[in-house]
């Protein structure tokens, strides 16, 4: 099994937010709840998620870390191939 970031997908979730975090090969990607994409560096990923992950109860904020046996971005793309 391979454990690396790529195959790591970070979901934060909240009453009205989904994030979902995850690395491809260029670096940090963080899809914010309107589906934008945006780059950021492994220091800005920490800076959302340490929160989420310290004050989730009172905020009523969940952290999931999802594992794929590919890279999360690779999943991505094969699905949307399949799509089309």
Known sequence: MKKT????????????ITERYYRDKDGWLKIS?????????????????????S???LLKLTVTVKHYDEAYWQ??????????
Request: charged share 25%; aromatic share 4%; hydrophobic share 35%.
């Open 75 to 84: 999943t991505l793309i094969n699905k949307d191939e399949e799509a089309t």
């Open 5 to 16: 970031n790529d195959t790591y997908c970070i979901i934060l979730k909240g009453k009205n």
């Open 33 to 53: 709840n309107r589906g934008r994409i945006f780059r950021a560096t492994s220091e800005q990923v920490l800076n959302h998620l340490l929160p989420a992950l």
């Open 55 to 57: 004050l989730g109860d």
